[in-house]
């Protein structure tokens, strides 16, 4: 599957952008926003507009302390969107006007963006501010899109120019088929080595086609008759000595590889145990409904101390508790130990991602889940859950059908989540469960409490 389109939207503070990306990602969460501990970084959302799916990025937050520093911050807030994204969505105020800040914003995009820019005009919530926006024409771009993201006036319109410009994604003969396994992790865990190490191996077939040996990004081979593709996030801390830039490219890497792969592999460091960034980067994984693993490198290091080992594989269970689920596979990428035996819990959580529950066998479940433990009433209403079914295995999907949705709070599809993880595994892999108002056509009589 080819990477998403990457669009980055870039602007002054306060013209609106995390208005702008909340209003084109819609319904969907962005990717980070859900990871425990990061909730104030919304930076990263998919948007799917006519058949096509894009991958857009805030470059907000820089908020300046001083006016001396805004040159400095807009020039690292637009070089950085820069370097990653297919397209560049310059906003600006129209209630406020223009600005020198714009105008700094503005020549260094012309000056040094090799990727199409679009300006846009935002908070035009009328006819006259709209006819207001033709001050903008000064930056030097050939089109100022007028928006209001707050109400979604001219959205629409903005994301037919973005169609317009990006090329449709071709499918090409270098598209090799296999599962497609994403090693992600932050910078200095070791990713480069362990691929490497799997590359390097004798029972790993790397495929002689051109431009794909050895590729920094996909890397096709073939290991013990299993074709797999290996999607390589390393290298990243090579594109700036800044601590805040080399976060903000381990974690767009990880996230455009997630969405184009089958499995994870979240590499974690032995030594250094679980951080702030490894916990936002697994949920990069879970929020994409991507089947994971824990693998933890450098393990040679600690694994002589019995005592230590056991103490480090509990603390990074205990500070990645949301991810339960994922197996663990402790190796060494320097010495090779272990690490070949990461390919049977691949197959092994990918056998589980596709597992299918026969309908009748679903709906005899949740009835017994429901017996055992009923949902509270919702303001004096009682809650009927009237039948499940498997929407999707990848990640595994499950619908209820209830009488009141909003009424069923998160505690209790957690508590259904749980009983379904115990019963079928689907181990290393997220289950989701949706809520759907309605009575479904086959369905001969509801789950409620006291059936």
Not at 95 to 114: F, H, Q
Not at 171 to 192: D, M
Not at 203 to 210: A, T
Not at 347 to 363: G, H, M, T
Request: net charge positive; aromatic share 6%.
């Amino acid at each position: 599957m080819a990477p998403l389109t990457t669009i980055a939207i870039v602007g002054r503070p306060n013209v609106g952008k995390s208005t702008l990306f909340n209003r084109m990602v819609g319904g969907r969460r962005a990717i980070v926003e859900a990871t425990p501990g990061v909730t104030r970084d919304r930076n990263y959302g998919t948007v799917e507009w006519r058949g096509r799916s894009f991958l857009l990025v805030d470059t907000g937050g820089f908020e300046p302390k001083a006016p001396s520093r805004i040159a400095q911050q807009v020039a690292e807030q637009a070089q950085l969107a820069m370097e990653e994204a297919d397209l560049i969505l310059f906003l600006v105020d129209a209630r406020e006007g223009l600005t020198p800040v714009d105008e700094e914003i503005a020549l260094l995009l012309r000056k040094k963006a090799e990727k199409p820019v679009m300006l846009v005009a935002n908070k035009v919530d009328t006819a006259v501010r709209a006819s207001e926006t033709a001050e903008f024409y000064r930056l030097g771009f050939s089109e100022v899109l007028p928006v209001s993201a707050e109400h979604g006036t001219g959205v629409g319109e903005l994301l037919d120019g973005v169609l317009a410009l990006v090329s449709p994604v071709e499918e090409t003969p270098a598209a090799v088929e296999g599962v497609t396994i994403a090693v992600i992790g932050r910078p200095n865990v070791g990713k480069s080595s362990l691929v490497n190490r799997i590359l390097g191996e004798p029972r790993v077939i790397v495929s002689p086609d051109p431009g794909t040996t050895r590729d920094a990004v996909d890397t096709p081979f073939t290991y013990q008759g299993q074709r797999y593709v290996l999607v390589d996030t390393a290298g990243i801390r090579s594109k700036s000595r800044m601590s805040h830039r080399v976060e903000y490219y381990s974690i767009l890497r990880a996230v455009k590889a997630v969405e184009c792969s089958d499995v994870a592999l979240i590499l974690l460091d032995a030594v250094t145990g679980v951080v702030r960034q490894d916990a936002r980067i697994a949920g990069i994984a879970t929020q994409a409904g991507c089947a994971s693993i824990l693998v933890v490198n450098k393990w040679d290091l600690v694994e002589k101390r019995a005592r230590a080992a056991d103490e480090h594989l509990r603390r990074i269970r205990e500070e990645l508790g949301h991810l339960d689920y994922a197996p663990v596979v402790c190796v060494s990428a320097l010495t090779g130990q272990r690490v070949f035996k990461i390919f049977p819990v691949v197959e092994r959580v990918l056998k589980e991602r596709d597992r299918r529950i026969p309908p009748d066998e679903l709906d005899r479940f949740i009835g017994e889940a429901v017996a055992a433990h009923p949902p509270s009433s919702a303001q004096g209403r009682p809650i009927t859950i009237w039948s499940a079914t498997q929407l999707a295995s990848r990640p595994p999907t499950f619908g209820l059908f209830v009488n009141d949705p909003k009424g069923i709070p998160p505690s209790y599809v957690r508590y259904l989540v749980n009983r379904l993880r115990k019963a079928y595994g689907f181990e290393g892999n997220p289950i989701r469960l949706t809520l759907r108002r309605g009575r479904p056509f086959r369905r001969k009589s509801p789950h409620a409490p006291g059936d």
